[in-house]
Nanobody, 120 residues
Framework: QVQLVESGGGLVEAGGSLRLSCAASGRTFGMGWFRQAPGKEREFVAR????????DYADSMKDRFTISRDNYKNTAYLQMNALKPEDTAVYYCAASELRTPTLQAHYRYWGPGTQVVVSS
């Protein structure tokens, strides 16, 4: 059983940056970030394979967000730049037992989420 805890969320003005962290209690393989805005379904943000060799992003975020990981620290990161009000959401970290998960259903472990609010 792996436990995940996100941190780094908060309130930021449009155009600003935040760096989210996801600390895992143990070794993980593929990891991902998802988000859920009020009244909307949870959506994919970014994912990274077990060794960092493969990274994918949602189209609307790939030029602004960067996912990374430090396996020595069992931690994943999401650097978010040029934030927009529509990025306001609860951001969730997830971990998979697959090396390169491609579907949301592939993620077995989820963190409680961290709130990001982008003001206009």
């Amino acid at each position: 059983q792996v436990q995940l805890v996100e941190s780094g969320g908060g309130l930021v003005e449009a155009g600003g940056s935040l760096r989210l962290s996801c600390a895992a209690s143990g070794r993980t393989f593929g990891m991902g970030w998802f988000r859920q805005a009020p009244g909307k379904e949870r959506e994919f943000v970014a994912r990274i394979s077990w060794n960092g060799g493969n990274r994918d992003y949602a189209d609307s975020m790939k030029d602004r967000f960067t996912i990374s990981r430090d396996n020595y620290k069992n931690t994943a990161y999401l650097q978010m730049n040029a934030l927009k009000p529509e990025d306001t959401a609860v951001y969730y970290c997830a971990a998979s037992e697959l090396r390169t998960p491609t579907l949301q259903a592939h993620y077995r472990y989820w963190g409680p989420g961290t709130q990001v609010v982008v003001s206009s």
